[in-house]
């Protein structure tokens, strides 16, 4: 239910075309392995090409095993996994900002700068408020 439900929503804002190079922003939460699970489902039918941009914040004890999971899932998916680390902390104290606001900053620069790098034509967030 729910991949048809995603496949006509693509469908209907032509969210995706045939051979797209796609960047998935995974943090090894829920929302985003669901929509890496979901796109790679669908990769065949839109002739995907899946990246995997995981950013390390580098603000957590277990923010390594996280990237080790992000990592292997996409490899098992067949899907090419990025990996990078920021310091965080060190980047809001920096520029005067707060943790939150500096990690979604580094996050963007980090997945525009490798979809540029990649020929990726897309960006696929699966984050939410809630």
Known sequence: ??????????????????????LVGVS??????????????????????????HLNHMMRPEAESDAEYVRQFSESLGAIC????????????RLGVGEEVAGRMA???????????HGCTRIALGHNMD
């Open 28 to 53: 090894g939460g829920p929302d985003s392995v669901a929509l890496l699970h979901i796109l790679s489902r669908l990769r065949e039918e839109f002739e995907l090409v899946l990246y995997v941009a």
């Open 1 to 22: 239910m729910l991949l048809y439900r995603v496949r006509k929503t693509i469908q209907k804002y032509g969210m995706l075309t045939r051979g797209d190079r796609v």
């Open 107 to 117: 996050r963007y620069s980090f997945f525009s700068r490798a979809a540029s790098e």
């Open 82 to 93: 990025l990996v990078e680390k920021c310091d965080v902390r060190q980047m809001a104290r």
